[in-house]
């Protein structure tokens, strides 16, 4: 006999895919998205949390789209029940809809058992009639609400470490014993944000009732390398266009402004995306062990901010010596 998981995936692989050069043809999936899947739905203890985080473009919100359908009439589908897929945005929230439209359009099989509800962007399977919406943080409320599946599509968005939009939907689902909440996403920018606080503690492993899948390059790698891109891209050269990437590449590389949109959103790291005054790598490229021979010999300039003392005061210093620049800094609260 299959499994659940097993389940899915062959039902997954009947849908046609809904847009692009394939357009029409079966869902192929990857092993990424099966090991996935596999580790979800035939998890032993019954999985309640999970999280699968990896660059952009690599398939997410078509992924998303299968696995609700999967629920709605597919292998995992519960008489009566409620999913829910979940975004900051509606316009997020719509995409999630929108696909699995286009899904059940181009699929004579899913349109005999599907009823669609656009106005409300609400889907109702049929035969066990279960009832599908997509919602956002900045639409209704997730109040009345009782889904036994939640997706969230890019948790990464949310700043901070808590949320009430999301939390509404976690405490939604408290009447069912076995609740599932799935977040699909790119990194969070920095560790203090919800997704980042979520996948340490999955990863820390105290809870076998979370998976968690995370596809990132290595924190201090060149934006050029193409190994670093395939670990953040489990999908390159398949549906993640190879070229696209060497040229977000290549604009990165050239130009230090794009380097920290392009390692969030590409490399899927926990990088903040506003481009700060000097790119982290070149000031890690600056630091040296210190000496103090062009602070007595150079020609030296210095700054002074000073403080109260509620604040810091900042003493810096330049030093000009043999052809480059050296800094000292003193910086303090005073008495």
């Known amino acids: 006999a299959m499994t659940l998981g097993e389940d899915i995936i062959g039902f997954l692989e009947t849908l046609p895919i809904p847009e692009g050069k394939l357009v029409g043809s079966p869902m192929k999936l990857m092993d990424f998205q099966k090991r996935f899947i596999l580790d979800v739905y035939d998890n032993p203890v019954h999985t309640k949390t999970a999280i ?124 069912h014993d076995h609740p599932l909440m799935i977040n699909i996403s790119t990194q969070a920018p920095t560790d203090a944000d919800l997704l980042s606080i979520m996948i340490d503690d999955a990863k820390a492993g105290d809870d076998p009732r979370t998976v968690c899948h995370v596809y990132e390059a290595p924190e201090e790698c060149d934006v050029l390398d193409r190994e670093a891109w395939a670990t953040a891209n489990p999908a390159l050269g398949v549906f993640r266009s190879m070229q696209d990437m060497e040229d977000l590449a290549n604009a990165a590389s050239r130009m230090p402004s794009k380097e920290n949109s392009y390692r969030n959103l590409n490399l899927n790291q926990r990088v903040n995306a506003e481009a700060p005054f000097v790119s982290p790598q070149e000031w890690k490229a600056c630091i040296a062990d210190y000496d103090e ?34 800094t000292k800094a003193e910086i303090y609260t005073p008495k």
């Open 52 to 175: 699968l985080s990896m660059a952009r473009k690599n398939g997410k919100t078509a992924l998303i789209a299968g696995l609700l359908l999967a629920h709605l009439v597919g292998p995992a589908a519960v008489l009566n029940s409620q999913i829910i897929s979940g975004a900051m945005s509606r316009d997020q929230a719509s995409l999630v809809f929108k696909l699995a439209q286009k899904i059940i359009n181009q699929s004579g099989m899913l349109q005999d058992v599907i009823k669609v509800i656009p106005s409300q962007k609400s889907l109702i399977g049929l035969p066990m009639n279960v009832e599908y919406r997509a919602i956002a943080a900045d639409g209704r409320t997730a109040q009345g609400l009782s889904p036994v599946l939640v997706i969230f599509d890019e948790a990464g968005q949310i700043k901070g470490p808590q949320n009430d939009f999301y939390e509404a939907l976690v405490t939604s689902q408290g009447a």
């Open 293 to 326: 021979t062009p602070f007595l010999e150079g020609v030296v300039w210095g700054g002074l901010d000073l403080s109260m003392k509620t604040d810091l005061t900042a003493f810096v210093m330049l030093a000009e010596y043999e052809g480059k620049f050296y």
